[in-house]
Structures are given as C-alpha cells and as structure tokens.
C-alpha cells in the first residue's frame, strides 16, 4: 500500500499546487459572491429567489468588492459556513481524482528491459558494468561468464 501512496504523491506534485490554486480562484469568484447573495435573500427573514438571482449576477462580476461588503456587513457567519462545505466537497473530489492516480502496482513507472528492479547496485552479481553483451543501458552480460549466457534479442535490426 505505501507504494501507492508514494506514487500517487509523485505523480501529483503539480496538481497539488494547482488545486490550491484552483481552490482560492473559486472562492474568490464563486463561493464569496453565491455566500453574500444568499445572505442578502435572507434579508427580510425569508429567502427570496428573485432577490437571490438579481444580486447573483452583480456579485461574481465584482468579487473583490463583494469580499469587503461580506466583512462590512456582517454576513462572514453566512461566508465561513459556505467556504467549509464548498472546501469539504472539494477535497472530496480531490482525494477521489488523487485515488484514481494511484499506480496499481509497484511495477508501473518502471520501463521493461531496465535495471529498475534491482537495488543497490545487485544485478552486477550477475551482470557487468563495462563489458559484455548490452542488455540495457550499463548492463553487460559478461561473455566470460561461466553457465548458460544465451540471450534473446527482441526487435530489429536495421541495415542502411
């Protein structure tokens, strides 16, 4: 499980960084002018759609001002609750998508043919840094090796 965990997190490291971003551009431009609008409906007591949809509008296209008028006139009890619930969904939705990224096993960044697999430097217990038959990039089977060195090449070959 902690290869998932690291691989997700090393796929992602850009999406974190723009998800954050994404984040704050949503909460200035969406979630403050829907907040402040829902709060001026409420004024008279009950919500009133049409007060809802005529304040909508002028909100989203000044969210700056609409952000002041939110702390100048009280309505940050309305603004905090809306920026916890929209923050909550989103990371529900982030935590889903960085799920989905998780490699399926260990294996799935590692090119086929590569010395990948091996740790520290033990596949030259059976290979050769600097001389043989090229196997993958600073892998050599040694030709002076006893035992079985049969290899299969995979591919083509081009003539020119």
Known sequence: ???????????????FVICGVLWLILVIVFVAPLSYSVFQAKTTGTFSLNTF?????????NP????GAIFANGATQN?????????ILYLIFFTIGLLKSAPKNEYVD????????????????????????ILAENNYL???K?????????GRIRFW
């Open 146 to 154: 006893r035992g079985n060195v049969n290899v299969l090449v995979v």
């Open 64 to 67: 700056f001002g609409t952000i």
């Open 110 to 133: 590692i090119e086929h043919g590569s010395s990948d697999w091996s740790e520290k430097g033990e596949q030259y217990k059976i290979l050769n840094k600097n001389k043989g038959i």
């Open 79 to 87: 603004f905090i609750s809306t920026i916890v619930g929209f923050t």
């Open 53 to 61: 949809f005529e304040k909508i509008i002028p909100n989203m296209t």
């Open 1 to 15: 499980m902690n290869y998932k965990i690291k691989g997700a997190l090393k796929r992602n490291k850009t999406s």
């Open 142 to 144: 040694p030709v002076d």
